[in-house]
């Protein structure tokens, strides 16, 4: 099963990502963590994202691709992978394309969570003040206008790029978690019987 969530920040990519990755055994990719570990750890990539990633822009292409390149090579990404914020413009979108022919695999489907703007600032907002004064550098009212306004013109178009591939399907993100985790295994479930 390789899955990539589509969405913009709050839209709850993370926490169904981390549902699929207890109910279906597969791992979850998620760009956001693996660059936060990489500031954390204060490696070259990290020092080179840490200040891109606070003021809520795209970290580069190449820096990105990259990571994704080599952590698909690793053994537990066999049995499949969920991508959670990667790809997040259309250079990252073909540069999968073109990672997963040269490993002769596919994509089994592309879903996006459509959540309206509102909801979006009042789900980061709940995020901050249940982070006890631990919020991510980059949930704060700025950080996150940056990160909508980046979503929509760098990352929308690939609703476009998926939905002209026939690989995309668009669920209401606007529902309670379960009921957005049941239409999800719902579309996982047709798109493993197509
Ligand atoms: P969000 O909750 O906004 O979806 P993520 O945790 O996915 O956030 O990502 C946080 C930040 O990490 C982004 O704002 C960006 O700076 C960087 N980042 C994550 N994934 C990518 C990517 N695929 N391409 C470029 N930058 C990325």
């Keep these: 099963m390789r899955i990539i969530l589509l969405g913009p920040p709050g839209a709850g990519k993370g926490t169904q990502s981390k549902r699929l990755v207890e109910r279906h055994g597969v791992v979850q990719l ?7 570990a990489a500031v954390a750890a204060g490696t070259p990539i990290g020092l080179e994202a840490k200040d891109i990633m606070a003021r809520g822009q795209l970290v580069p ?40 022919r040269e ?8 879903i996006e969570l459509k959540v309206d703007e509102a909801a979006l600032l009042a789900r980061v907002e709940k995020r901050i003040a249940e982070s006890g004064g631990e919020a991510r550098a980059d949930d704060n009212a700025e950080a996150l206008a940056k990160r909508l ?38 579309v996982i479930k047709a798109s493993a019987e197509a």
């Design 30 to 36: 998620s760009t956001g963590d693996m660059l936060r």
């Design 61 to 100: 292409d190449a820096i990105v691709v990259a990571i994704v390149a080599d952590r698909i090579e690793e053994a537990d990404c066999a049995r499949g992978f969920i991508l959670d914020g990667f790809p997040r413009t259309v250079a990252q979108a073909e540069a999968l394309d073109a990672m997963l």
């Design 103 to 110: 490993k002769k695999l596919a994509l089994d489907v592309v």
């Design 149 to 186: 306004e980046v979503y929509r013109s760098q990352t929308a178009p690939l609703v476009e790029y998926y939905a002209r591939t026939g690989q995309l399907v668009s669920i209401d993100g606007m529902q309670p978690i379960e009921a957005v985790a049941a239409e999800i295994d719902k």
